[in-house]
């Protein structure tokens, strides 16, 4: 299953569940499932907290960085041209959408290098 969108609580599409779960709703996924032709919604919640100490480091990760900065999805330009429709077909399914000011076709880049279209990004935005 690939899961296409993440969606934080208070945003459009998740007010329901917002108001059912409150504070414990940490987001709310779409799934699917190409196979099966199904999308799931799923939900990710808080069930518990409690208070934590990390352990301490081992002496050779003194220098290391402990927590990891995830960079934010971003859209990038994807050159594909008027008559490869199976691959229009493709971006079109992980969500891209195509700009007429640019010619290009714009997705979330992970996923565009996930259906290996990478080669095909378009530098200069």
């Known amino acids: 299953m690939l899961v296409r969108r993440i ?7 998740t007010h329901k569940l917002t108001k059912a779960y409150g504070e414990q709703l940490v987001c709310v996924r779409y799934r699917y499932d190409y196979q099966k032709h199904l999308r799931h919604k799923t939900i990710e919640l808080i069930i518990d907290t409690q208070p934590w100490l990390p352990p301490p480091a081992h002496p050779t ?14 859209d990038v330009g994807v050159r594909i041209g008027y008559q490869e429709k199976d691959l229009q077909r493709q971006i079109k399914t992980i ?3 195509w ?3 640019d010619k290009v076709w714009y997705a979330k880049e992970a996923l565009v290098q996930h259906i290996g279209l990478g080669d095909r990004i378009v530098k200069n935005r």
């Open 7 to 13: 969606i934080k609580p208070g945003a459009k599409g």
């Open 61 to 74: 990760e003194y220098d290391r960085p402990r927590t990891v900065e995830i960079a934010p999805a971003i």
């Open 95 to 97: 969500g891209g959408h």
């Open 99 to 101: 700009s007429t000011k």
